[in-house]
C-alpha cells in the first residue's frame, strides 16, 4: 500500500484530537538544569549516579498529571519512557539502570499508562534513540555524547559493538510495546549524521513496531530531528518515514506539505517555558493567551500541538504549568469545538485573527477588535447563521448602511468596544 495514503488514513483520529501532553522526567530533575545536562556540562556516569541513587519522587501522583491533562483539553500525552542519558523509568528487563533500582522502587511508566488511560486519553511513548549510558554506544567521537573528545575514554571505544546497542533498542522497544497493552503513538528521538535510518536498522525495527501495535502511529525521527525532516515529505517515502512530522519549537509557517503538494500530518512539539526537563530558574512561561493562539495557529494549518510540561524530582508539575494549562482548558471547555476535527480552511488568514474549519462550520478566531464592524472576505450571502462559540448566542450577520461599497464581504458588529474573550473570541459561523 502507499505510504502515502496509509499515513493518511493512520492518522485519522490524531488529527481530529490535536492537542496532546508531552512529558519530560528523568532523574534529570534532581540537577534540574533539563534534560541535556549530562551532556552540556560533560558530567560521567559516576557523577551523575548521586541523582540515580537519590531519585524519590514520593509526590508522584500520575493520577492528577492525567486530570490536568484532561481538564487542559489534550487528548493524548507522551511520556520520556528513557531519555538521551538512557535512564530508564520503566521496569527493563534489559537494564539496571531503571526507576526500580532507584529509591522510587516502582514502574513509573505503568503507573503513567493506567492514570492516562483511566482518564480516557492515548498513550504515548517517547524513546531516545541516543544513549549516554549505555557501554556500546558511541562517545569519543560522538557529537552530543557528555564524554566526546575526552581522552580518558578514547581506548575503551575500540571495544564497543554498536550492534549490541541496536539490540538493546530494539529489546526495549519490544518490551514497552509487549507489557503496556495497547500504545498509541511512539516517538523515537532522534537521528544526526550517520546515526539515522538503518544505522538503527530501522526497518527492521519499523516491521517489529507494527507488529506488535498495529495501529500505533510512528513520529519522523528514524531519520529526521527538530531540524532534519527526513524524507516523510518526499513522493517517495522510506518505509520507517513516520506517519507524522515533528516540529520542534517552531509553527511551520505554512504547514507541512510534501513534494506532490498533498498534506504531511504534523505535530508542532512546544515548551512553556524554554526547558523541556525540569529548570528550577526557568520562569519564562507562555500566557494562556500565547498558547490557545499556538493551538488555533497550528490547527489553522492542518497541524496538532504537543504541549510539554517537565515535573520536578518530587513528582510534580510545576505550578505555572498547571496554572496555564487550567486557564487553556477553560478556554477548551469553550471553544472546543473549534478545534477537535478541524482543520485549514481555504480563505486567507484574516486581518482580526485566525480561521478554522469543520466542514460546514467555519469558525472566525477573532484576536482583534478594531473598529466598527468585523469584515468577512468572500463570506457575503453564505452564512446561515452566527453565533458566539463561548455561550451560543445569536450574531448578527449584516449589511451596515456604510458598507455599500464591499459587496464581496460579510459583516457582524460586537456592539461593545471590546471582544468577549480578549484571549481569543471565536464565532461560528454556519455555512449555507
Ligand atoms: C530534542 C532534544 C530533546 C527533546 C526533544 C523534544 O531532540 O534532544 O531533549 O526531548 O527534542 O522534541
Known amino acids: 500500500?502507499?505510504?502515502?495514503?496509509?499515513?493518511?488514513?493512520?492518522?485519522?483520529?490524531?488529527?481530529?484530537?490535536?492537542?496532546?501532553?508531552?512529558?519530560?522526567?528523568?532523574?534529570?530533575?534532581?540537577?534540574?538544569?533539563?534534560?541535556?545536562?549530562?551532556?552540556?556540562?560533560?558530567?560521567?556516569?559516576?557523577?551523575?549516579?548521586?541523582?540515580?541513587?537519590?531519585?524519590?519522587?514520593?509526590?508522584?501522583?500520575?493520577?492528577?498529571w492525567a486530570k490536568l491533562a484532561k481538564e487542559a483539553g489534550m487528548k493524548y500525552a507522551v511520556l520520556t519512557t528513557k531519555h538521551h542519558d538512557g535512564f530508564c523509568l520503566f521496569d527493563s528487563k534489559l537494564t539496571d539502570y531503571k526507576a526500580t533500582n532507584t529509591p522510587a522502587g516502582r514502574d513509573l511508566v505503568?503507573?503513567?499508562?493506567?492514570?492516562?488511560?483511566?482518564?480516557?486519553?492515548?498513550?504515548?511513548?517517547?524513546?531516545?534513540?541516543?544513549?549516554?549510558?549505555?557501554?556500546?554506544?558511541?562517545?569519543?567521537?560522538?557529537?552530543?555524547?557528555?564524554?566526546?573528545?575526552?581522552?580518558?575514554?578514547?581506548?575503551?571505544?575500540?571495544?564497543?559493538?554498536?550492534?549490541?546497542?541496536?539490540?538493546?533498542?530494539?529489546?526495549?522497544?519490544?518490551?514497552?510495546?509487549?507489557?503496556?497493552?495497547?500504545?498509541?503513538?511512539?516517538?523515537?528521538?532522534?537521528?544526526?549524521?550517520?546515526?539515522s535510518g538503518e544505522k538503527w536498522e530501522a526497518t527492521k525495527l519499523v516491521k517489529m513496531v507494527r507488529e506488535l501495535q498495529p495501529g500505533i502511529l510512528i513520529d519522523n525521527r528514524l531519520e529526521g530531528s527538530g531540524d532534519a525532516v527526513g524524507s516523510i515529505k518526499t513522493a517517495n517515502p522510506n518505509f520507517y518515514a513516520g506517519d507524522f512530522d515533528g516540529p520542534e519549537q517552531i509553527i511551520p509557517p505554512e504547514g507541512v506539505i510534501d513534494e506532490l503538494g498533498d498534506p504531511v500530518p504534523w505535530e508542532a512539539c512546544l515548551t512553556l517555558n524554554d526547558n523541556w526537563g525540569y529548570t528550577a530558574k526557568d520562569h519564562n512561561y507562555k500566557t494562556p493567551e500565547q498558547v490557545v493562539r499556538a493551538i488555533v495557529e497550528c490547527v489553522s494549518k492542518n497541524g496538532n500541538i504537543l504541549l510539554n510540561v517537565g515535573p520536578d524530582a518530587r513528582g510534580n508539575i510545576p505550578e505555572e504549568s498547571v496554572q496555564i494549562l487550567k486557564a487553556v482548558g477553560k478556554w477548551m471547555k469553550k471553544n472546543g469545538k473549534s478545534i477537535y476535527g478541524c482543520s485549514r480552511c481555504e480563505l486567507d488568514k484574516p486581518e482580526w485573527g485566525r480561521y478554522t474549519q469543520n466542514g460546514k462550520f467555519l469558525y472566525a478566531h477573532i484576536y482583534d477588535r478594531g473598529i466598527g464592524p468585523t469584515a468577512f472576505k468572500g463570506l457575503a450571502g453564505k452564512i446561515k447563521k452566527a453565533r458566539l462559540l463561548m455561550d451560543d448566542s445569536e450574531i448578527k450577520v449584516e449589511k451596515p448602511w456604510n458598507a455599500g461599497q464591499y459587496p464581496e464581504y460579510a459583516f457582524i458588529n460586537f456592539g461593545s468596544t471590546t471582544l468577549p474573550d480578549p484571549i481569543d473570541t471565536v464565532v461560528e459561523l454556519e455555512l449555507e
Open 110 to 195: 505503568r503507573e503513567y499508562v493506567d492514570a492516562f488511560r483511566a482518564e480516557g486519553l492515548k498513550i504515548g511513548f517517547y524513546y531516545s534513540l541516543l544513549d549516554w549510558h549505555h557501554p556500546d554506544y558511541p562517545a569519543y567521537a560522538d557529537r552530543n555524547h557528555p564524554m566526546r573528545g575526552n581522552e580518558a575514554v578514547r581506548e575503551a571505544e575500540k571495544e564497543k559493538d554498536f550492534s549490541r546497542y541496536v539490540e538493546y533498542l530494539h529489546g526495549q522497544v519490544r518490551e514497552l510495546l509487549t507489557n503496556y497493552g495497547k500504545i498509541d503513538i511512539i516517538w523515537f528521538d532522534f537521528s544526526y549524521g550517520e546515526m
Open 1 to 64: 500500500m502507499d505510504l502515502r495514503k496509509a499515513r493518511q488514513e493512520r492518522t485519522v483520529q490524531f488529527r481530529k484530537d490535536r492537542f496532546g501532553m508531552f512529558i519530560h522526567w528523568g532523574i534529570y530533575a534532581i540537577p534540574a538544569r533539563g534534560e541535556w545536562v549530562r551532556s552540556q556540562e560533560r558530567i560521567s556516569v559516576e557523577d551523575y549516579q548521586p541523582f540515580f541513587d537519590s531519585f524519590n519522587p514520593y509526590e508522584y501522583d500520575p493520577k492528577a
